[in-house]
């Protein structure tokens, strides 16, 4: 998911956000690794999804080397109604759906070309040795002055920036 959605986003300029879904318990750090993707997440956490289940009769808590109960739970969750899975799918992603759609219609009526505070910069750059580097800063003039101290062709930067 980090790299497919970060991927996109430099492959596609017109992508200005990436959200996650992420069912099940998820670490911090694990949150961490992919927000630093630039993927926003929202979490729908295992209970919740377990006692939505349960209310299916389909048991979702089980030991991780039990093979029979999610076998049971598979065969009982196919033989429910399509009206009851989509049921079972609102309940699920009930407590986030809100959230995704705010941020979706936020993303979406924001002037894309409008001036914007930046919050973080990443330079990525490629040499003529074959080398990719990428650094992260807090703001753009840090990263313009890294670049300036980077590159060799260092008047032709100033020129444009002066």
């Given at each position: ?80 109604s399509e009206e009851e899975k989509e049921e ?7 407590p986030i759906r809100q959230a995704v759609e ?58 444009i920036l002066h």
């Amino acid at each position: 998911m980090c790299i497919a959605h970060y991927g996109l986003r430099r492959s596609y300029s017109s992508i200005r956000k990436s959200i996650g879904v992420l069912a099940g318990e998820w670490t911090d750090a694990s949150l961490r690794f992919i927000q630093s993707f630039g993927v926003e997440t929202h979490r729908i956490p295992f209970h919740h999804i377990a006692d939505i289940l349960e209310q299916y009769e389909i048991e979702f808590r089980w030991d991780e080397k039990d093979i029979q109960t999610p076998t049971k739970a598979w065969q009982w969750f196919c033989q429910l109604s399509e009206e009851e899975k989509e049921e079972i799918a609102a309940a699920i992603t009930g407590p986030i759906r809100q959230a995704v759609e705010q941020s979706v219609e936020t993303t979406l009526r924001s002037d894309p070309n409008a001036p914007k505070r930046v919050e973080a910069v990443e330079l990525s750059i490629r040499t003529s040795e074959g080398e990719y580097l990428v650094y992260s800063f807090e703001s753009v003039s840090e990263a313009i002055q890294r670049l300036l101290a980077f590159v060799k062709d260092i008047e032709d930067l100033r020129r444009i920036l002066h």
